[in-house]
């Protein structure tokens, strides 16, 4: 199988793991499973908000996703500082569960910068 082919097919795969846990007043770096080029910014604002959100950002480089990130709390988006890759749209599907809490699936779509 040709590597091209073999790093979507792995990148497909790895798509809903998740990556890691955002923690309080963190900055994470959203980043292509793939090819690795930096594509969204998250900073964390209130931690203690009732959202959970499980973030995934799409690569206008190679065709691939990041790894899903779940994130607790309220946050903000924003573009990375190369300048590479800007935010174009973030559709979201949510859910309020018995809690009161809000889940959210969140899809970074980005274009080249």
């Not at 209130?46 to 990041?66: H, L, N, Q, T």
């Not at 990130?69 to 859910?95: A, R």
Request: proline content about 4%; some cysteine.
């Amino acid at each position: 199988m040709e590597r091209s082919k073999q790093n979507n097919i792995t990148g497909k795969l790895n798509e809903y793991k998740e990556a890691e846990l955002a923690t309080d007043g963190e900055t994470i770096i959203v980043k292509c499973s793939s090819c690795k080029i930096e594509l969204a910014e998250i900073w964390m604002i209130r931690p203690s908000a009732p959202i959970i959100s499980d973030i995934v950002a799409e690569c206008p480089y190679c065709g691939d996703k990041s790894f899903k990130i779940n994130v607790s709390g309220q946050y903000c988006l924003g573009h990375v500082e190369s300048g590479k890759t800007l935010i174009v749209d973030t559709p979201t599907d949510f859910e309020k569960l018995e809690d009161g809490v809000i889940k959210q699936n969140v899809l970074i779509k980005t274009r080249k910068g």
